[in-house]
């Protein structure tokens, strides 16, 4: 099977997936979201551990994953958890250090990577449940649609940055961190998120969940998600040039690693959440 179709086998079958947890959200959106911060926490520590670090990867992996789950208890009011139990956190895994990693272990890095990866993976994926909760958003249908807008326009720039960048070509966006992205697909992306965001905020949000941005508003959501989504690709094909890695794993056949699926979305789901704050306004019903 060509890489093609291994990459529409795998979307039709995760794609639906996804929306109906995310319609569903509560504990099984924070299993989804724990499971995925753990895949990609483990798929992280391994490009770390190619570039020289030591990183703790067994904490860190438990950790990642335990981040959405310690926020759906809170949002449940079972868990409250202080902001001094982070610092305790940091404290502790320093350390431990002392005896995991010594002196010979490279301990500065192998803490600050094992942070890193906790906070890119678990730290950020987290926010889907914050979104799917948002304070404006009244009921499933709302909930739900707030997480949607995000994570379509996110696959919204990534179609129209490879559709543009394959029909147009032209200069490179950044070679040496990664050879395929061209100008003008980065602009096709921004241009095809910003369509979508119209359509999506139009048609579903303003109806269905009396939730909506002023045009203006529009325009700056659309293109933020699409420059957020760009840069965390970029990022993560950084991450993989210094481990000398193509994939960061095989557990998508045709896409790659966890890692290289939820890239954007790690950069898109906190920067959506400030946006809403700033942005997003809600209307009366008709």
């Known amino acids: 099977m060509s890489e093609l179709g291994r990459r529409v086998i795998v979307a039709l079958i995760g794609a639906p997936l996804a929306l109906v947890v995310i319609w569903y959200g509560d504990a099984a959106l924070a299993t989804l979201a724990s ?8 798929e992280f ?12 990867s067994a904490i860190g992996v438990g950790a990642a994953a ?10 449940l009011g079972v868990l409250v958890v202080p902001v001094s139990a982070f610092v305790l956190a940091v404290l502790a895994l320093i350390a431990l250090s002392i005896w995991m ?3 010979d272990g490279k301990p500065l890095t192998a803490v600050a990577t094992t942070l890193l990866g906790i906070v890119y993976t678990g730290g950020t994926l987290s926010y889907v449940y914050a979104l799917r909760y948002y304070g404006y958003a009244v009921g499933d249908v709302a909930g739900a649609l707030v997480v949607m807008l995000p994570v379509l326009l996110t696959w919204a720039s990534d179609v129209g940055a490879y559709v543009a960048g394959r029909l147009i070509g032209g200069r490179k966006l950044i070679p040496s961190v990664s050879p395929g992205k061209t100008v003008a697909g ?4 921004v241009v095809l998120t910003v369509v979508v965001c119209v359509l999506f905020v139009r048609y579903l949000m303003r109806p269905q969940a009396q939730l909506a941005f002023t045009t203006l508003g529009t325009l700056i959501f659309g293109v ?20 000398r890695v193509k994939d960061s794993g095989t557990l998508f056949p045709g896409h790659g690693g966890a890692l290289d699926r939820l890239d954007s979305l790690f950069f898109v789901l906190p920067v959506a959440y400030v946006l809403y704050g700033w942005l997003l306004i809600a209307v009366p019903s008709r």
């Open 224 to 243: 933020a998600i699409s420059v957020t989504a760009q840069v965390g690709d970029l990022a993560e094909s950084l991450l993989k040039r210094e481990a």
């Open 186 to 189: 980065a602009i096709g992306g």
């Open 45 to 56: 520590f391994r490009l770390a551990r190619e570039s020289g670090s030591a990183p703790m």
């Open 66 to 75: 335990a981040v959405p789950l310690l926020v759906h208890a809170h949002f």
């Open 35 to 42: 499971a995925l911060a753990a895949l990609a926490a483990y």
């Open 101 to 103: 990693r010594g002196v």
